[in-house]
Nanobody
Framework: QVQLMESGGGSVQAGGSLRLSCVAS???????VGWFRQAPGKEREGVAT?????????KYADSVKGRFTVSRDSAKNTHYLQMNNLTAEDTAMYYC??????????????????WGQGTQVTVTS
């Protein structure tokens, strides 16, 4: 069972940047790791996901393409979400998520079933 611990949230002005970190303990080479967010009054949505079927080509939600980037430090079992050019619409609780890829190694949003505790990102204008 993968355990996840996020950090790095905070408050930033519009146009600024933040980097979130997620330590994924127990991750294996078949573990999908992604990022989700949930704004007040809205459903949780996928932000970025690894794609085991296409390593090095993570998938992003349209709303964050070109602004958010995921990366990984394998030696530290740590995943990062670099968020640039933030807007007020990016304000949300951000969650690191994981899932074991058994039959679908493209890591679709619906596969994820393990969640971190979340970290708040607030963008002020």
């Amino acid at each position: 069972q993968v355990q996840l611990m996020e950090s790095g949230g905070g408050s930033v002005q519009a146009g600024g940047s933040l980097r979130l970190s997620c330590v994924a303990s127990g991750q294996t080479f078949t573990t999908c790791v992604g990022w989700f967010r949930q704004a007040p009054g809205k459903e949780r949505e996928g932000v970025a996901t690894t794609d085991i079927s296409n390593p090095g080509q993570p998938k992003y939600a349209d709303s964050v393409k070109g602004r958010f980037t995921v990366s990984r430090d394998s030696a530290k079992n740590t995943h990062y979400l670099q968020m640039n050019n933030l807007t007020a619409e990016d304000t949300a609780m951000y969650y690191c998520a994981a899932a074991k890829a058994l039959f679908d190694i493209s890591c679709p949003w619906t596969l994820y079933n393990t969640w971190g505790q979340g970290t708040q990102v607030t963008v002020t204008s």
